[in-house]
């Protein structure tokens, strides 16, 4: 499937610490309570990677390596 195939646009959702913790009740570990890489990737699909590159970085966004 293609992107412009998608019936719904694209969504990214973060909860709260708060759901986590009602959500996952036996714990779970926190971005910033680790010193390695959480073991989870986010995948984005984009037409243009060095246009949507850029627009990230000028929005604010930190990268640790940058896209090939």
Request: net charge negative.
């Amino acid at each position: 499937m293609r992107l412009n195939e998608l019936r719904a646009p694209p969504a990214l959702a973060f909860a709260t610490h708060e759901l986590g913790a009602s959500n996952l009740p036996a714990g779970y570990v926190r971005a910033n309570q680790s010193e390695t890489p959480l073991r989870m990737e986010i995948a984005l699909v984009t037409e243009n990677v060095a246009e949507a590159y850029a627009g990230a970085i000028d929005a604010g966004a930190m990268f640790i390596k940058e896209p090939v």
